[in-house]
Antibody, heavy 121, light 111 residues
Framework: DVQLLESGGGLVQPGGSLRLPCAAS????????MTWVRQAPGKGLEWVSAISYDGAVIYYAASVKGRFTVSRDNSRNTLYLQMYSLRAEDTAIYYCARLNPHGAGSYSGYWGQGTLVTVSS | QPVLTQSSSASASLGSSVKLTCTLS???????IAWHQQQPGKAPRFLMTLEGSGSYNKGSGAPGRFSGSSSGADRYLTISNLQSEDEAHYYCETWDSNTRVFGGGTKLTVL
């Protein structure tokens, strides 16, 4: 079975940094693009970033560009989200998801259980 | 980039059917979308992809009571024989060359 397990969440002060790993299992990780999606408390889903299967192509939402960095280690089957200059509005549950190919694009086919990041002093 | 519009809430009675709508913005009416379900306190779960033709492909976890259809820029998720466990938020998702977009979500209440 496909499993995605996020970790690394916690309480961080404004301006601080945090790195979120997402450990993948149950599929050939190096063959799939991946994405990060977040959900602020009581709010809807917000796309954060996506990375191609080999890490060569990366996209970010405008709200995090320049502050967040996505990467992957295909030898460790792990996706990462490095977050810098964190703000209160970055407080959210962060989900990683596997992107399944569909036509010329892809959709979020499998989701992790999420990890909560709280930015507060 | 595309924008997805969903009603904030919907309700229907146990055992009845409900049709949720996700509307694509102008110029994006032929886009494929995905529907996701998020039950209270849980992570989202993929339900199906849905094309402008109305053709849909369900994920392995999506119950048989779930189906999709399309009309122009509208993408529909129909749930038949509503069960209590269908009470959840439902989100649509689409994608463009360098971005991904989610609708605001519809909270479905089963009466």
């Amino acid at each position: 079975d496909v499993q995605l397990l996020e970790s690394g969440g916690g309480l961080v002060q404004p301006g601080g940094s945090l790195r979120l790993p997402c450990a993948a299992s149950g599929f050939t990780f190096r063959n799939y693009a991946m994405t990060w999606v977040r959900q602020a408390p009581g709010k809807g889903l917000e796309w954060v970033s996506a990375i191609s299967y080999d890490g060569a192509v990366i996209y970010y939402a405008a709200s995090v560009k320049g502050r967040f960095t996505v990467s992957r280690d295909n030898s460790r089957n792990t996706l990462y989200l490095q977050m810098y200059s964190l703000r209160a509005e970055d407080t959210a549950i962060y989900y990683c998801a596997r992107l399944n190919p569909h036509g010329a694009g892809s959709y979020s086919g499998y989701w992790g259980q999420g990890t909560l990041v709280t930015v507060s002093s | 980039q595309p924008v997805l519009t969903q009603s904030s809430s919907a309700s229907a009675s146990l055992g009845s059917s409900v049709k949720l709508t996700c509307t694509l913005s102008s110029g994006h009416s032929n886009y494929i979308i995905a529907w996701h379900q998020q039950q209270p306190g849980k992570a989202p779960r993929f339900l199906m992809t849905l094309e402008g033709s109305g053709s849909y492909n369900k994920g392995s976890g999506a119950p048989g009571r779930f189906s999709g259809s399309s009309s122009g820029a509208d993408r529909y998720l129909t749930i038949s024989n509503l069960q209590s466990e269908d009470e959840a938020h439902y989100y649509c998702e689409t994608w463009d060359s360098n971005t991904r977009v989610f609708g605001g979500g519809t909270k479905l209440t089963v009466l």
